[in-house]
T-cell receptor
Framework: EAQVTQNPRYLITVTGKKLTVTCSQN?????MSWYRQDPGLGLRQIYY???????DKGDVPEGYKVSRKEKRNFPLILESPSPNQTSLYFC??????????????FGPGTRLTVL | AQSVTQLGSHVSVSEGALVLLRCNYS??????LFWYVQYPNQGLQLLLK??????LVKGINGFEAEFKKSETSFHLTKPSAHMRDAAEYFC??????????????FGRGTQLTVWP
């Protein structure tokens, strides 16, 4: 089954404790992206990756890091989480063949709470 | 730059009533537009997309949307609401710039409530 998986689904942590949220897709997609969703703000892009070893900042990259060492994986790293990073996070992927028209597929989300 | 505006953060309808969720876009080039749905505790799922092939686009679960260039709109409709349609709906537009081609810009979402 074609899918994007994220782990963990739920995470409660404390300020300053480094954490990683994993994202994996099995569709051989080149493009992957991380979003955060906050009430009333919709989805805002954190980082994206056009392919292996190619990453770039989205709209709200502060406090986050990413890496793309393999095509299927795109982990999101919070080196020193703060309470304002409490949010619902989504990973997404799509192919690059169709350009603007390709459908983006989303993972189930990771709800992060930073105390 | 591309952007979308969703009018109404909350919409409530009775079961069987018409659903109308509004989306207006801003784009310097012909836009490619998407509607996604998010059911409780789930990720986003594509409902339909406009890619210039036809102005009336039919999607899953009985939803459709009509692209109106003169009104810069892409409103989502369904003739008869079901309880299972209760969810949050997002309109999005696809970027056209070379370095970020295909990146999605989302509206703030509309929460649809369906009353029995």
């Amino acid at each position: 089954e074609a899918q994007v998986t994220q782990n963990p689904r739920y995470l409660i942590t404390v300020t300053g404790k480094k954490l990683t949220v994993t994202c994996s897709q099995n569709m051989n997609h080149e493009y992957m992206s991380w979003y955060r969703q906050d009430p009333g703000l919709g989805l805002r892009q954190i980082y994206y990756s056009m392919n292996v070893e190619v990453t770039d900042k989205g709209d709200v990259p502060e406090g986050y890091k990413v890496s793309r060492k393999e095509k299927r994986n795109f982990p999101l790293i919070l080196e020193s989480p703060s309470p304002n990073q409490t949010s619902l996070y989504f990973c997404a992927s799509r192919s690059s063949g169709g350009g603007r028209t390709d459908t983006q597929y989303f993972g189930p989300g990771t709800r992060l709470t930073v105390l | 730059a591309q952007s979308v505006t969703q009018l109404g953060s909350h919409v409530s309808v009775s079961e069987g009533a018409l659903v109308l969720l509004r989306c207006n876009y801003s784009s310097s080039v012909p836009p490619y537009l998407f509607w996604y749905v998010q059911y409780p505790n789930q990720g986003l799922q594509l409902l339909l997309k406009y890619t210039s092939a036809a102005t009336l686009v039919k999607g899953i679960n009985g939803f459709e949307a009509e692209f109106k260039k003169s009104e810069t709109s892409f409103h989502l409709t369904k003739p008869s609401a079901h309880m299972r349609d209760a969810a949050e709906y997002f309109c999005a537009v696809s970027d056209d710039r070379g370095s970020t081609l295909g990146r999605l810009y989302f509206g703030r979402g509309t929460q649809l409530t369906v009353w029995p």
